[in-house]
């Protein structure tokens, strides 16, 4: 199967600052990635689409000015949290998907933890 | 909107025992269905995937049914082990390729 790379798996910051989060194709060409967010035993909700070299569109309830999602690349997307705060702890994760092909390929996730 | 239960919530079998777990959405219109395991702290991993045309999946031990007319799907776990411990989530995928999940079903296979 193809493989997602999502880096870093894990992270802590402090309140208000801002973290990047990759997700790479390392096999194939993504044309469209997903992020998804995962709260404490809850299930995944669906963030944002991030398509190659156009605008995220966002899931209803999701702000894009503190998500920031840049696709600029057919094997990279970047979901950025900005100003994070302790509500923002949770699990992010990535998705990616190649023209004609349904399957979903994830990433391994990114639990953050604000402090 | 597409909405994707699972049921039960959460289960507990002694080991060795054959088990099912249910899925159902509400919009036929999907793509494929897939099965993920996830461990506590953990990623997904891909346990089965079904396309709409087809009917069911088969992976070792494991076994996943699809009814898109009734808007359901199977997941069953022959001679359940303490490995299959975990959570275990259903999603349907769109035609914009958005996977809608469930909230799963946890599983504790006592030894």
């Known amino acids: 199967g193809a493989v997602v790379s999502q880096h870093p798996s894990w992270v802590i910051c402090k309140s208000g600052t801002s973290v990047k989060i990759e997700c790479r194709s390392l096999d194939f060409q993504a044309t469209t990635m997903f992020w998804y967010r995962q709260f404490p035993k809850q299930s995944l909700m669906l963030m944002a689409t991030?398509?190659?070299?156009?605008?995220?569109?966002?899931e209803q309830g999701v702000e894009k000015d503190k998500f920031l999602i840049n696709h600029a690349s057919l094997t990279l997307s970047t979901l950025t949290v900005t100003s994070a705060h302790p509500e923002d702890s949770s699990f992010y994760i990535c998705?990616?998907?190649?023209?004609?092909?349904?399957?979903?390929?994830f990433g391994q996730g990114t639990r953050l933890t604000v402090v | 909107k597409q909405e994707v239960t699972q049921i039960p919530a959460a289960l507990s079998v002694p080991e060795g025992e054959n088990l099912v777990l249910n899925c159902s959405f509400t919009?036929?219109?999907?793509?494929?269905l897939q099965w993920f395991r996830q461990d506590p702290g953990k990623g997904l991993t891909s346990l089965l995937l079904?396309?709409?045309?087809?009917r069911e999946q088969t992976s070792g031990r494991l076994n996943a049914s699809l009814d898109k007319s009734s808007g359901r799907s199977t997941l069953y776990i022959a001679a359940s082990q303490p490995g299959d411990s975990a959570t275990y989530l259903c999603a349907a995928m769109d035609s914009s390729y958005k996977l809608i999940f469930g909230s799963g079903t946890r599983l504790l296979v006592r030894p």
């Open positions: 919009d036929s219109a999907i793509y494929n």
């Open positions: 998705s990616a998907h190649y023209i004609g092909y349904t399957e979903a390929f």
């Open positions: 991030s398509n190659e070299g156009s605008k995220a569109t966002y």
């Open positions: 079904i396309q709409s045309s087809q």
